[in-house]
């Protein structure tokens, strides 16, 4: 349990630092994520009744250690939207089927490298220019505003010399998070994201306690992916609305 609790942690220390504010109800045992965007703004469930939360927020994260009151309260008042699935990595299994000389991984650490990668990061993940327009400035202040956080590293992969693929990555305590990865449409299932996790594998390497984690959500092709590499899903959070 204290694992899962390691990585819920890390988690919200990438949201804390990128998406949101984050801090504890007063019970410490819920976690209220606020944001500008409605995305990202949330409640992770703990162990005791909700109390005002249930009339403040309107999205709830339910841990696998939710107490069974609110677990009922969940099913019975919101809809269940889907669930994220959290993944560790066995080392011994991590499978490479490209080879790394294809693809030039480089560790951003001046403001023009990170408008690099905040570039890649929004056209990888909006899908259209409106939607582009409306997240990348969002995504890029919190790019920048990280550039100097030890605990943080931002990855671009290029291949061709082109930029096409970025991930980040968070070090909490013996956890090493690995967030915000994607690749340019026309650059997808080139092995790209492949290369760039195999670099932050490598940099880990040297701490055998690390535990290397990410988040995805279930039943997606990303999912399927990272199994296939070698990642495990320790535990589910489900999503209700």
Request: proline share 4%.
């Amino acid at each position: 349990m204290k694992n899962n609790h390691d990585l819920l942690q890390n988690h919200l220390e990438f949201l804390s630092t990128h998406r949101a504010t984050v801090q504890p109800d007063s019970t410490s045992e819920h976690w209220m994520v606020k944001s500008q965007k409605k995305e990202f703004t949330f409640v992770f469930v703990g162990p005791s009744s909700l109390g005002n939360l249930a009339n403040d927020y309107q999205t709830f994260y339910r841990t696998p250690w939710a107490g069974n009151v609110t677990s009922d309260w969940l099913k019975q008042n919101k809809k269940h939207t889907h669930s994220i699935s959290y993944m560790v990595l066995n080392p011994k299994r991590f499978y490479i089927p490209l080879a790394k000389s294809q693809v030039v991984i480089e560790k951003e650490s001046s403001l023009s490298h990170l408008e690099e990668f905040s570039l890649v990061q929004a056209k990888g993940f909006c899908s259209t220019p409106e939607v582009f327009n409306e997240w990348y400035p969002w995504m890029r202040k919190f790019n920048m505003a990280n550039l100097h956080n030890a605990t943080q590293t931002f990855y671009v992969a290029k291949k061709n010399d082109i930029p096409s693929g970025v991930a980040l990555t968070v070090r909490s305590e013996r956890t090493l998070g690995i967030y915000a990865v994607t690749t340019l449409p026309d650059s997808r299932k080139q092995g790209i994201s492949t290369a760039i996790l195999q670099d932050i594998v490598a940099s880990s390497e040297n701490n055998v306690q690390e535990i290397i984690t990410l988040q995805v959500l279930k039943g997606s092709y990303a999912e399927g992916l990272y199994k296939k590499l070698g990642f495990k899903t320790v535990f589910e959070v489900e999503v209700f609305s």
